[in-house]
């Protein structure tokens, strides 16, 4: 049985070496031939090659008294031809609420919240945007540790 399974074994590499090659051939006549070589929109793991990252702080400080403070994210993108990432920076209810006492609140808000790359392939491109915060806010707020949560939405756009 092992003797018949190696002829069979030695028969089917036989005939793949008589597969014929897709090879460019050269011609005799001038010496050249060609070949195409195209690149894959996936990386050698199969998984796709266009993407982004947005790097957002964990934390941002607001300083008491600030009326207009900028605070920046990065975005890095690696996409397709016209294509670009946008990022959208909101909140629902523009409120800091304090940290010791959930009932007391400092209303601020927000401005150049939507950051667009211009370019497919962007490295590290750093976006503004502020939080103000008004004078009669600060004035009427108690001295304490306020925080809110922002929200940051990242998609695709044509560019």
Do not use: H, R
Not at 3 to 31: N, Q, S, Y
Not at 42 to 56: L, R, Y
Not at 82 to 100: F, I, K, L, S, W
Not at 130 to 146: F, G
């Amino acid at each position: 049985m092992k003797k018949l399974l190696a002829m069979a074994l030695a028969v089917v590499m036989m005939l793949a070496v008589c597969v014929p090659a897709f090879a460019a051939e050269i011609t005799t006549d001038d010496g050249k031939g060609t070949s195409i070589i195209k690149t894959s929109t996936q990386t050698a793991g199969g998984e796709e090659g266009a993407g982004f990252t947005v790097t957002i702080p964990a934390e941002n400080t607001i300083y008491w008294d600030a009326q207009s403070t900028d605070l920046t994210y990065t975005i890095t993108s690696q996409l397709g031809p016209n294509t670009g990432v946008q990022v959208t920076v909101d909140d629902t209810d523009q409120a800091y609420v304090m940290t010791d006492a959930n009932s007391y609140t400092l209303a601020y808000t927000l401005a150049d919240t939507v950051g667009v790359t211009t370019s497919p392939v962007v490295n590290a491109e750093e976006f503004t945007y502020t939080v103000n915060v008004a004078q009669t806010a600060w004035d009427a707020a108690i001295v304490s540790e306020y925080a809110d949560e922002l929200t940051f939405t990242a998609e695709l756009v044509a560019i």
